[in-house]
């Protein structure tokens, strides 16, 4: 297992911004895949932001507003969020594996990891 762990979430007005962290507990984050999945109440986990082989990939409904990237610095994860909109409300998973793809389909599937992948999430809610 990687254990990884999210910080940064909160509660931010529509508009704002937010900046994810996701921190590896021990190893290197350097030759990995790693992804940013939400889950709203009730919903599905679905996959937002996944970036392998030093490609980005993004849902739709984030594109020109979210960005993931690497800190190499602190081998974290980062996914800076603005103009948020109460739609991103939700708890935010990064999640991270040593399988590499070009293919939004693998990275952004909660299928594409295992258990040991996750961390435990955190919440970002976005409300006036």
């Known amino acids: 297992q990687f254990p990884l762990v999210e910080s940064g979430g909160g509660l931010v007005q529509p508009g704002g911004s937010l900046r994810l962290s996701c921190a590896a507990a021990?190893?290197?984050?350097?030759?990995?895949?790693v992804s940013w999945f939400r889950q709203a109440p009730g919903k599905e986990r679905e996959g937002v932001s996944c970036?392998?082989?030093?490609?980005?990939h993004y849902i739709d409904s984030v594109k020109g507003r979210f960005t993931i990237s690497r800190d190499n610095v602190k081998n974290t994860i980062l996914l800076q969020m603005n103009s948020l909109k109460p739609e991103d409300t939700g708890v935010y998973y990064c999640a991270a594996g040593q399988v590499e793809t070009p293919y939004a389909f693998r990275c952004l599937s909660t299928s594409f990891y295992t258990y040991g992948d996750w961390g435990q999430g955190t919440q970002v809610t976005v409300s006036s």
């Open positions: 970036l392998s082989m030093n490609i980005t």
């Open positions: 021990v190893g290197t984050l350097d030759h990995f895949t």
